[in-house]
């Protein structure tokens, strides 16, 4: 089996969630046949190294009927494209050349649910408890749903969010192919520990949110109570609002890249993760149980991590329960806290790499089958209802 993956972006495990589940993804997809990266972004050099996973790598062109070459040689069998937006800007392309192709979108998170929360934030200032104070009557919602619709299949990473594509917009259930992030294994280094930690790239907009509230409501608490604890802020891309919180006198580390995240763990009683909008599940907090470290967190932080029964006393979303729950957390930091029963059963690497596999069988087998019945897809593919497709041939003409 010949499979394309179309990237948004390079990956970039050391980055972000995001590059460590594409890197995953990739991973389980070589059990399955040859494998394809192609990416029309630029490289920064934080890439994961694709030939360490025999992984052929392609530099292609938005907007370019080059592309559409590219797909005739390969004659793909099944495409993956990153995002929603890949899918807009490339799935036409496929259907025209590679009809029979199987398409399948990576979706990280639902970026609707995100965007929708944040414009709720923005307006409410409070965060978003339930999904029924969501208003989804917007673009991205119906951008969104089309492509996960016009699709043969998609990747969730969240239980919640298949849910709600279920429950609330109709998706078919055997559309939906579940992988969460899966748990791996982290050296446990032994350093004195003295700090507080954020982990985020910055570039992603829930992060900088959750950093200006660290920096305004939380740590100026924390701080009052604990004079000698330090706050980390570690995340790729720091913005210069970011890197100008960096204050000696006030407790606050900014560190961009780490060349180390086993060694500012080792370091770290407590890690804080105050996310006032967001979706998918948070890498960030699994992370932190990998090095078993503790964390304080809101319900969009512990969104899709099943956390509710062994860990619910860690939620919180008023600053003043959070900043409390943080300091209890750091003074009892000698507690060892063991977390590998819950990564067991919710992000146990093999268990759910072969679920995943045994899913992504069965998809293969029915497509032909499911396609057929599936009239919505169709109804969505006709060309009365590409814009995408008609705006990138102009883009095209108006170029030459």
């Not at 802020?233 to 560190?255: D, F, H, R, W």
């Amino acid at each position: 089996m010949k499979i394309l993956v179309i990237g948004k972006v390079w990956p970039e495990p050391s980055s972000s969630a995001a590059g460590k589940r594409m890197q995953q993804l990739l991973t389980l997809l070589k059990c399955r046949g040859e494998v394809h990266f192609a990416c029309a972004n630029q490289l920064t050099g934080n890439e994961i190294d694709f030939s360490q996973l025999e992984i052929s790598t392609h530099t292609i062109e938005l907007n370019s009927d080059s592309f559409d070459g590219f797909l005739t040689e390969l004659k793909p069998d099944v495409v993956v494209f990153d995002r929603f937006i890949t899918e807009e800007q490339y799935s036409w392309r496929v259907m025209e050349k590679c009809p029979d192709a199987i398409r399948i979108i990576n979706t990280e998170d639902l970026h609707f649910l995100r965007k929708t929360r944040q414009q709720f934030v923005k307006k409410q200032d409070v965060i978003p408890t339930k999904i029924d104070q969501l208003d989804f009557h917007n673009d991205d919602t119906m951008r969104e749903l089309a492509s996960i619709l016009r699709s043969d299949y998609s990747i969730m990473i969240s239980q919640v969010e298949m849910d709600l594509l279920v429950d609330t917009f109709g998706v078919k259930r055997e559309q939906l192919l579940y992988l969460p992030l899966l748990s791996e294994e982290k050296q446990h280094l032994k350093d004195e520990k003295d700090g507080l930690l954020f982990v985020g790239n910055v570039l992603h907009e829930p992060n900088l949110d959750a950093i200006r509230i660290l920096r305004k409501e939380i740590w100026p608490r924390i701080r009052k109570q604990l004079p000698q604890a330090k706050l980390r802020i570690v995340g790729a891309y720091p913005t210069q609002e970011v890197l100008q919180m960096n204050s000696v006198k006030e407790g606050i580390e900014v560190i961009a890249h780490p060349k180390s995240l086993e060694e500012i763990y080792a370091k770290t009683k407590v890690s804080l993760v105050p996310l006032r909008f967001g979706a998918g599940v948070k890498g960030k907090i699994i992370e932190a149980m990998e090095f078993g470290v503790p964390f304080v967190t809101t319900t969009i932080g512990a969104e899709g991590l099943q956390l509710e029964n062994q860990f619910g006393d860690w939620i919180h979303n008023d600053w003043e329960s959070f900043t409390q729950k943080s300091i209890e957390l750091f003074k009892n930091s000698d507690t060892a806290f063991s977390f590998s029963e819950h990564l067991a059963e919710f992000h146990d690497k093999e268990v759910f790499s072969n679920q995943f596999l045994l899913q992504f069988d069965h998809a293969v087998e029915m497509n032909q089958s499911n396609r057929k019945s599936n009239f919505i897809a169709q109804v969505l593919q006709h060309h009365s209802l590409m814009s995408t497709r008609y705006l990138s041939k102009w883009i095209i003409e108006k170029n030459k």
